[in-house]
Nanobody, 126 residues
Framework: QVQLVESGGGLVQAGGSLRLSCLVS????????TAWFRQPPGRERHFVST????????YYAEAVQGRFTMYRDSAKNTVYLQMNSLKPEDTAVYYC???????????????????WGQGAQVTVSS
């Protein structure tokens, strides 16, 4: 059974930092495409970042480029999202997603992901 469990959300002032974690079980993070998405209040879930299976290549949405960093720790089977210089518009529920092992290509499309965590609330105050 595949499970993704996010942690690390919370309340932070603008300009601050948070690190989200996504502990994965039932999959090996180095063998699958994983991603972070977020859903602001009253809006749809949209892409934040993804990491490829090989070479740890990462891709980011323009809104977070240069401020967020996604990486994984294979020993802990965990993916992370380091968020710096946070802004009030970063306020959202953040979700970790993973594709099936036979789906090898990175994607920014929500429907391409097969497994999701329960979400972690991030609130940035001004």
């Amino acid at each position: 059974q595949v499970q993704l469990v996010e942690s690390g959300g919370g309340l932070v002032q603008a300009g601050g930092s948070l690190r989200l974690s996504c502990l994965v079980s039932g999959l090996t993070v180095s063998n699958v495409v994983t991603a972070w998405f977020r859903q602001p209040p009253g809006r749809e879930r949209h892409f934040v970042s993804t990491i490829a299976r090989i070479k740890n290549t990462t891709y980011y949405a323009e809104a977070v480029q240069g401020r967020f960093t996604m990486y994984r720790d294979s020993a802990k089977n965990t993916v992370y999202l380091q968020m710096n210089s946070l802004k009030p518009e970063d306020t959202a529920v953040y979700y970790c997603g993973a594709r099936r092992e036979d789906r090898l290509v990175v994607s920014a499309a929500r429907y391409e992901y097969d497994y999701w965590g329960q979400g972690a609330q991030v609130t940035v105050s001004s």
